[in-house]
């Protein structure tokens, strides 16, 4: 199993430094944050993308994924929502990068709507994602917080260059058993995201290993079917300025998911 962190938790920090943690820690990857605070994001030119993708390259660090903030079942307009898509999918494939995250963002009405408006726009998208050997995800967050709630969607769409990114918290957070979640993503699966908290009600990240989050859980079901996939740290330092500063902690967090993963067999 590889092991990648996303920029999240070093909000704003220069591609080299972003690698000498990665390198300096035994990270295999990165999933890089798109957002226009960040270094990396869909308003870079060419030539910008084309050097980013050669200092991971030079690196040996891959780029997992782009996370991005499209909300493909927000209310309103689909056209919008797939012009960001498709930004990030033509960043991804200037990368080099696997995979593009999406959020679902369906509140505000039944889900039977959401659910309805995310398979569309999901399902013309990945005609886009097909020709630049990308794969859209579907993160577990927000309105489609379970892996139930994001398989009404794919199954829907049934194309393979459209997934899922299962964010362990918020899974947990909707109240759904770690074997459940398994059962319903894994066979749309492109990587998970672990983090851990304190509580439901207090969810400032933490070190990993530290928290309530069942992380041994996630990695031993894991490492049957998805042996050779990638679990991402998302540390959420961006949004709790008063968290512990990542960087000193990506040692310890990867000797851990290493210790769980060897458990696991």
């Known amino acids: 199993m590889k092991f990648a962190f996303s920029t999240l938790g070093v909000p704003g920090l220069p591609v080299p430094d972003v690698l000498a943690l990665a390198t300096a820690h035994g990270y295999h990857g990165v999933e890089l944050r798109a957002h226009p605070e960040e270094p990396v994001h869909p308003g870079l030119g060419l030539a910008e993308r084309a050097d980013v993708a050669a200092e991971f390259k030079a690196s040996g660090v891959e780029i997992l994924g782009v996370a991005g903030y499209a909300r493909v079942a927000a209310p309103g307009d689909d056209e919008p929502v797939l012009d960001e898509i498709s930004s990030l999918v033509g960043l991804a494939r200037d990368l080099g990068a696997p995979f593009v995250r999406v959020f679902p963002g369906g509140a505000g009405q039944s889900a039977a709507e959401a659910d309805a408006t995310a398979a569309r726009r999901l399902g013309t998208a990945a005609r886009y994602a097909a020709d630049a050997g990308v794969r859209i995800l579907l993160e577990t967050h ?3 917080r379970t892996g ?65 989050l069942p992380l041994a859980e996630v990695v031993a079901l894991l490492s049957g079917e998805h042996r050779e996939g990638w679990l991402c740290w998302e540390y959420e330092k961006r949004w709790y300025e008063d968290a512990a500063p990542l960087a000193p902690l990506l040692g310890p967090g990867r000797e851990l998911l290493s210790r769980l993963v060897a458990r696991s067999g």
């Open 142 to 144: 927000d309105s489609h």
């Open 148 to 212: 139930a709630d994001a398989t009404r969607v794919l199954g829907t769409v049934g194309h393979r260059q459209v997934g899922a990114l299962w964010d362990v918290m918020h899974s947990w957070l909707g109240g759904e058993p770690v074997a459940d979640t398994f059962a319903a993503l894994s066979p749309y699966l492109g990587y998970v995201q672990v983090k851990d908290i304190a509580s439901a009600d207090d969810t400032t990240p933490l070190p990993l290993g530290a928290g309530v």
